[in-house]
């Protein structure tokens, strides 16, 4: 058989009290992945400083953690269907607490990019789940605000991320840094267990069939390959920008706060998208919209690779994240609803490869300072993302079995 019933004895769904609370539970947890994420971006020179290693070992590391955070995102999705949903947040963060400990007393880069690896393997569940979670709570029509809400707190949580792992790292050391978050993972595991379990929408499929519903159909794969190229283009290079500002002799806490620039862009533009979308901006257009954006934010920085570049860059680079990626998100609930689970999780896991692929690409450019040809072909890959996806979604709209 392909898919099972549900569960005859599974609670019946939150009502609008119960789910208002469990958001704010998996709020805490999507901050969190968010926020150690992209501790590690302001790190990378006191890392490589203190270890003794190259700067370029210590960006594999960052590398390594995405690699993590994507390759187990269907995994994960699978796991969500055996557990649920709310069980399975709680096992990650279980997970992440002793890899972050791990990170704390790393001895050598080896222990470290092993634990960051993890890390990053056990925060993949969160936001994923927290998506599924929304989808399988509310009908189409309701999910895009409680979505871009999720991509806030997302952004309050990068934004905290470079900002505060910067000022511990100059007070007490990168090792605290990337030690806090195991800290909070272990609350939130006891706090989870509040959250009830949302109402199964479809018959949950076998992993085979569910895979087969997402990657034989063309609509669900065109999304994978966007999110894969906009994971490349605005994911993979949030992890220079702080080491950038730091050859220039800015300190760690210094860049942080700039770069800390990005996340407060992402909590003003995500109201603003939300407000748009509600105005009538269609998913097109705000697509188009952050394609755009993508490409200046590459411009900026071939103008100027100081603070002002580098802000002007968070800035744009948040405001094609707010466009594009939240119409992106709701783009993939929609493609393979009998599969939800697995669709969401390959389109994570297409988002953080292409960041883990765009990291690992420029460690050398940025080691050599042969920088500015990676910028340059991150602004022509932008642009292309830009058109591509703007043309898929516009025939998507069109075509008879669209949603």
């Known amino acids: 058989m392909s898919s099972t019933p549900?569960?005859?004895?599974?609670?019946?769904?939150?009502?609008?009290?119960?789910?208002?609370?469990?958001?704010?539970?998996?709020?805490?947890?999507?901050?969190?992945a968010s926020f150690d994420r992209l501790a590690i971006a302001p790190l990378l020179l006191p890392i490589a400083l203190d270890l003794g290693v190259p700067v370029e070992q210590v960006a594999a590391v960052a590398t390594l953690y995405f690699v993590g955070y994507g390759a187990t995102q269907v995994l994960w999705g699978f796991a969500s269907d055996r557990l649920g949903r709310v069980r399975t947040v709680r096992t990650a963060l279980a997970l992440s607490v002793v890899a972050?400990?791990?990170?704390?007393?790393?001895?050598?880069?080896?222990?470290?990019?092993?634990?960051?690896?993890?890390?990053?393997?056990?925060?993949?569940?969160?936001?994923?789940?927290?998506?599924?979670?929304i989808g399988d709570s509310l009908p189409p029509h309701r999910r895009h605000g409680p979505l871009s809400d999720l991509m806030a707190v997302s952004a309050v949580g990068m934004a905290?991320?470079?900002?505060?792992?910067?000022?511990i790292a100059d007070l007490l050391g990168w090792r605290a840094a990337l030690g806090a978050p195991a800290l909070v993972a272990a609350a939130l595991v006891v706090l989870l267990r509040r959250v009830p379990e949302p109402a199964v929408v479809h018959p949950r499929q076998r992993p085979g069939a569910a895979l087969a519903a997402v990657l034989l159909r063309p609509w669900p794969v065109a999304v994978l390959l966007l999110v894969l190229v906009e994971g490349m283009v605005l994911v993979g290079v949030?992890?220079?920008?702080?080491?950038?500002?730091?050859?220039?002799?800015?300190?760690?806490?210094?860049?942080?706060?700039?770069?800390?620039?990005?996340?407060?862009?992402?909590?003003?533009?995500?109201?603003?998208?939300?407000?748009?979308?509600r105005a009538g901006m269609s998913a097109t257009r705000r697509i188009a919209?952050?394609?755009?954006?993508?490409?200046?934010s590459y411009v900026a920085l071939l103008l100027d690779q100081a603070w002002v570049g580098v802000l002007t860059a968070c800035v744009l680079l948040a405001g094609a994240w707010a466009f594009l990626h939240t119409a992106l998100q709701t783009w993939v609930t929609e493609?393979?609803?009998?599969?939800?689970a697995t669709a969401v999780s390959l389109f994570a896991s297409g988002l953080f490869l292409g960041g883990a692929t765009w990291t690992a690409i420029g460690a050398a450019p940025f080691a050599s300072g042969g920088f500015t040809a990676y910028l340059a072909a991150?602004?022509?890959?932008?642009?292309?993302?830009?058109?591509?996806?703007?043309?898929?979604h516009r025939a998507y709209g069109r075509a008879p079995a669209a949603g």
């Open 6 to 32: 549900t569960e005859p004895d599974r609670p019946p769904a939150p009502d609008e009290r119960e789910l208002r609370g469990a958001l704010r539970l998996l709020h805490s947890g999507v901050f969190l």
């Open 100 to 133: 972050g400990a791990v990170s704390a007393i790393a001895p050598d880069v080896v222990v470290l990019a092993a634990a960051r690896f993890v890390a990053g393997a056990a925060y993949a569940a969160v936001f994923p789940t927290a998506i599924i979670y």
């Open 160 to 167: 905290t991320a470079t900002l505060v792992a910067a000022g």
């Open 238 to 277: 949030l992890t220079y920008l702080p080491a950038l500002l730091q050859r220039t002799g800015m300190s760690t806490t210094g860049s942080g706060l700039v770069t800390a620039g990005y996340g407060i862009a992402v909590m003003l533009a995500a109201p603003l998208v939300k407000r748009l979308a």
């Open 289 to 296: 919209t952050g394609g755009l954006l993508a490409t200046a």
């Open 335 to 340: 493609v393979a609803p009998g599969a939800r």
């Open 378 to 392: 991150g602004a022509v890959l932008s642009a292309a993302l830009g058109i591509a996806a703007t043309t898929l």
